[in-house]
Nanobody, 116 residues
Framework: QVQLVESGGGLVQPGGSLRLSCTASGRIFSINVMAWYRQAPGKQRELVANIPSSGSAYYSHSVRGRFTISRDNAKNTWYLQMNSLKPEDAAVYYC??????????WGQGTQVTVSS
């Protein structure tokens, strides 16, 4: 079994910053792709950013230049630094891990609220 635990969500004012963390534990040999998704009320879950074990990170158009994804392989942990937050960034953020065996796992979600 693989478990993903997220932290770092909360309430922030527009223009503010938050840092999300996701740590994987369990039967992990290697995580190929680490990612962050989000889902706002009434909308589909969307990919925000991902970072492969090798290669460049990907960012959705709506967050490029404001969010940064990074990973610490030794800790099986990845992060999403979110700057210049906008009200439209408010959502439940989910971390996702795709292992080398192509199995995919999800975190439980963490709420990000952007409001003055």
């Amino acid at each position: 079994q693989v478990q993903l635990v997220e932290s770092g969500g909360g309430l922030v004012q527009p223009g503010g910053s938050l840092r999300l963390s996701c740590t994987a534990s369990g039967r992990i040999f290697s995580i190929n792709v680490m990612a962050w998704y989000r889902q706002a009320p009434g909308k589909q879950r969307e990919l925000v950013a991902n970072i492969p074990s090798s290669g460049s990170a990907y960012y959705s158009h709506s967050v490029r230049g404001r969010f940064t994804i990074s990973r610490d392989n030794a800790k099986n942990t990845w992060y999403l630094q979110m700057n210049s937050l906008k009200p439209e960034d408010a959502a439940v953020y989910y971390c996702n891990a795709i292992l080398l065996n192509t199995m995919s796992y999800w975190g439980q979600g963490t709420q990000v609220t952007v409001s003055s």
